[in-house]
T-cell receptor
Framework: EPEVTQTPSHQVTQMGQEVILRCVPI?????FYWYRQILGQKVEFLVS????????KSEIFDDQFSVERPDGSNFTLKIRSTKLEDSAMYFC??????????????FGPGTRLTVT | RKEVEQDPGPFNVPEGATVAFNCTYS??????FFWYRQDCRKEPKLLMS???SGNEDGRFTAQLNRASQYISLLIRDSKLSDSATYLC?????????????FGTGTSLTVIP
């Protein structure tokens, strides 16, 4: 069964450093998403991406964040200058092109980001 | 006001019991609804979409009440493996696209 993959599984970084989280969505999916979940809290939407551009972003997704699809398979989330409060689990998700199932999202296993 | 609200529980039920979770949403522009389950420190996994007419998948039944803006999930004949946190997810149409809102989740423990 196809699945979303994410690397690394755990990233430790110092405050102020840049990090890039990587995702490989399911191959025939066209919508891609990033979410974060701070430990013990709810899953929060960051950004959605379609047709090589951001289609929607939340208030959390400020200028410190960016996303890119550098090739036909990877989808990345960059945090330019990490803060302590960026420590969280970051989930990538993807969904099918169209139809009733187009908003059914399939999540990767997540990257745990720890900012020290 | 929160976009999506759920009773956090915890719900502790014996094996074989029937349990129901409710979820309310605040935005009338909400257009798609889902239930996900999340095991501890794992990713959310899609359980089922919720359709206007209600839908069933095995032991799971989802209902949508647009007038009252709530969604429900019924689990019949609970199994130990149903122990997880159940997340209500709502998709809201905004002018530029769609945003997805997750509830805080309802914790279920099925006891032998």
């Amino acid at each position: 069964e196809p699945e979303v993959t994410q690397t690394p599984s755990h990233q430790v970084t110092q405050m102020g450093q840049e990090v890039i989280l990587r995702c490989v969505p399911i191959s025939n999916h066209l919508y891609f998403y990033w979410y974060r979940q701070i430990l013990g809290q709810k899953v929060e939407f960051l950004v959605s991406f379609y047709n090589n551009e951001i289609s929607e972003k939340s208030e959390i997704f400020d200028d410190q964040f960016s996303v890119e699809r550098p090739d036909g398979s990877n989808f990345t989330l960059k945090i330019r200058s990490t803060k302590l409060e960026d420590s969280a689990m970051y989930f990538c998700a993807s969904s099918e092109p169209s139809g009733l199932s187009s908003y059914e999202q399939y999540f990767g296993p997540g990257t745990r980001l720890t900012v020290t | 006001r929160k976009e999506v609200e759920q009773d956090p529980g915890p719900f502790n039920v014996p094996e074989g019991a029937t349990v129901a979770f409710n979820c309310t949403y605040s935005n009338s522009a909400s257009q798609s609804f889902f239930w996900y389950r999340q095991d501890c420190r794992k990713e959310p996994k899609l359980l089922m979409s919720v359709y206007s007419s209600g839908n069933e998948d095995g032991r799971f039944t989802a209902q949508l009440n647009r007038a009252s803006q709530y969604i429900s999930l019924l689990i019949r004949d609970s199994k130990l493996s149903d122990s997880a946190t159940y997340l209500c997810v709502v998709n809201v149409a905004v002018p530029t696209g769609n945003q997805f809102y997750f509830g805080t989740g309802t914790s279920l423990t099925v006891i032998p």
